[in-house]
């Protein structure tokens, strides 16, 4: 019975989060949220230069945490990038299973529309914009393995 109490305690507690972090998502000055036609078109497209996307979940609480820092390395990013965007998993699986993302969040480079690099490591924002700033490591990648989707 008390098993039964703290789980409907935290499916409940999931479900009030899930909900309210759903009607917070909204693009911001530094960090715009694409649906899947935006995605492709601004993102998946020749020339369209380097973008920097966090795939989540709003049911995830790691993703809700980080909102403020991918906030900050959008602004920390934006003289130096084409776009850092969110992409929401829950609305658009496929993409999101089309470019291997297993857990939320997931941090890929997008360069040309080619998908160059991902980050799923322990993170904060001084990190991810010190791993994408470094340009060296960025050429690199790409050199070794440009991949486009479904190909894990």
């Known amino acids: 019975m008390f098993a039964f109490i703290i ?4 499916l409940t507690t999931g479900i009030q ?3 309210s972090s759903s009607e ?3 693009n911001s000055q ?3 949220i694409l649906n899947t036609v935006d ?4 993102v998946l497209v020749p020339n369209s230069g380097i973008s920097f996307v966090m795939f989540y979940a709003t049911f995830c609480p790691t993703c809700r945490m980080f909102k403020p820092y991918w906030e900050n ?3 920390l990013l934006k003289d130096e990038l084409q776009r850092v965007v969110k992409f929401n998993c829950e609305k658009d699986y496929d993409t999101c299973y089309d470019f291997c993302i297993k857990q939320f969040p997931t941090f890929v480079v997008f360069n040309n529309g080619k ?7 322990d993170f904060d924002d001084e990190v991810l914009v010190d791993w994408i700033t470094s340009k060296d490591y960025l050429l690199e990648e790409y050199k070794k393995s440009p991949r486009s989707r ?3």
């Open 73 to 75: 390395v959008g602004k």
């Open 7 to 10: 789980l409907l305690c935290l």
């Open 30 to 32: 530094y960090v715009k």
């Open 39 to 42: 995605f492709e078109q601004q």
């Open 17 to 19: 989060a899930s909900s």
């Open 150 to 152: 479904g190909k894990c």
């Open 24 to 26: 917070s998502e909204e």
């Open 115 to 121: 998908m160059i690099s991902s980050f799923e490591d």
